[in-house]
């Protein structure tokens, strides 16, 4: 309260968050292309993306979801926080704790995930550390489905959501509710609540234990996502029963 005015003092606006808008990343894009020499022909046959999406996504027409800017990442050799990194601001190798402050990651608003991406300061770290909003409402088709080696994890933080698997299989999360699955199972995030749900994932490269079992002769099926729920009240074991003392004179029977 202002003591001369009798006025409370305006409200500071809320500062937004740094946004890397789909012009700024398709010129980082296409500048990385220009720096190996290659055509987007080139790159669409190093990365399994189409010509025409890497095209549109360099000038900005098109939003990339993560499986797309994961593998352009992988094919153009490329620190992907160095993609995503503020203007200006040149990813350091980590040599000591990187802190992203609240609000001030760099957001990204992909095809049905707004990401904000956390600790992009840090070069070639193992994790890609995530916020996301999630504002697809339905799955449309196969193409909706993302998949992408390594593992991922996400724990809800409001909202509900359900995860689409490509193998049919749908899992509801809740407000406090977490999943981690083997990544290369295609899967899809939709809010289903009133307001858009909001996320913190991760995902992380595969582990030697996945590298191995992927090079193995006979491959075996992706397992099943683990669903972490908070429990009420502790699950109650039953006794274990009481050992039968032998009878006197029984007689034993011979095998």
Do not use: C
């Not at 000038?59 to 200006?88: I, K, P």
């Not at 001030?104 to 890609?128: D, P």
């Not at 809740?174 to 289903?192: E, K």
């Amino acid at each position: 309260m202002n003591p001369h005015t009798g006025n409370k003092p305006a409200a500071r606006p809320r500062e937004q968050p740094p946004t890397l808008d789909r012009t700024t990343f398709g010129h980082r894009l296409r500048t990385a292309r220009k720096r190996f020499g290659w055509t987007l022909a080139q790159l669409a046959e190093r990365s399994g993306v189409s010509i025409t999406t890497i095209s549109r996504a360099e000038r900005g027409q098109l939003a990339l979801g993560y499986e797309n800017f994961t593998a352009l990442g992988s094919a153009l050799d490329m620190d992907m926080n160095a993609m995503f990194a503020g203007a200006g601001v040149k990813p350091a190798q980590l040599d000591g704790p990187v802190v992203t402050r609240a609000g001030k990651g760099v957001v990204y608003r992909g095809l049905a995930i707004a990401y904000e991406f956390l600790g992009t300061t840090a070069a070639g770290k193992q994790m890609s550390p995530i916020v996301g909003t999630v504002h697809a409402r339905e799955v449309h088709g196969p193409e909706d489905f993302v998949r992408h080696a390594g593992e991922e994890f996400a724990y809800v933080l409001s909202g509900e959501i359900d995860v689409h698997f490509d193998n049919g299989e749908v899992v509801r999360l809740g407000r406090g509710d977490s999943l981690y699955f083997d990544s290369r199972l295609g899967h899809a995030y939709v809010s289903v609540s009133r307001q858009l749900a909001r996320i913190v994932g991760m995902t992380i490269g595969e582990s030697g234990h996945m590298k191995s079992a992927r090079e193995a002769p006979m491959m075996t099926p992706a397992p099943a996502p683990v669903v972490s729920r908070r429990r009420k009240t502790p699950p109650v074991s039953a006794p274990a029963p009481a050992p039968v003392a032998a009878k006197k004179g029984t007689a034993r029977v011979k095998r």
